[in-house]
Nanobody, 126 residues
Framework: QVQLVESGGGSVQAGGSLRLSCAAS????????IGWFRQAPGKEREGVAA????????YYADSVKGRFTISRDNAKNTVYMQMNVLKPEDTAMYYC???????????????????WGQGTQVTVSS
């Protein structure tokens, strides 16, 4: 049974930083792909960043490039997302998700993510 548990959310002022964690009970695929998504009230879910735990290759949405960094610790089955220079528009519920990159393809935010965590709230005040 795959379980994803997010942590690290909170409230910060604009310009501050937070580090989110996503702990997976297991990576069921050799081509596992972990993605971070966010959803603000009244808005559609948005992909933020993704990483292949196996290769370490990362992918970022344009809105967070240069501010967010996704990384992994395979010994702990954990993916982190360091969020710096936070803006009020980053306020959202953040979810991590696990999927499988296509054979011959790449881990990205557009693959099918079949497992989702419960989310952690990030609130950035101006």
């Amino acid at each position: 049974q795959v379980q994803l548990v997010e942590s690290g959310g909170g409230s910060v002022q604009a310009g501050g930083s937070l580090r989110l964690s996503c702990a997976a009970s297991v990576y069921p695929y050799s081509r596992a792909c972990i993605g971070w998504f966010r959803q603000a009230p009244g808005k559609e879910r948005e992909g933020v960043a993704a990483i292949s735990p196996g290769s370490g290759i990362t992918y970022y949405a344009d809105s967070v490039k240069g501010r967010f960094t996704i990384s992994r610790d395979n010994a702990k089955n954990t993916v982190y997302m360091q969020m710096n220079v936070l803006k009020p528009e980053d306020t959202a519920m953040y979810y991590c998700a696990l999927g499988r990159a296509p054979y011959g393809g790449s881990c990205s935010l557009s693959i099918d993510f079949g497992y989702w965590g419960q989310g952690t709230q990030v609130t950035v005040s101006s």
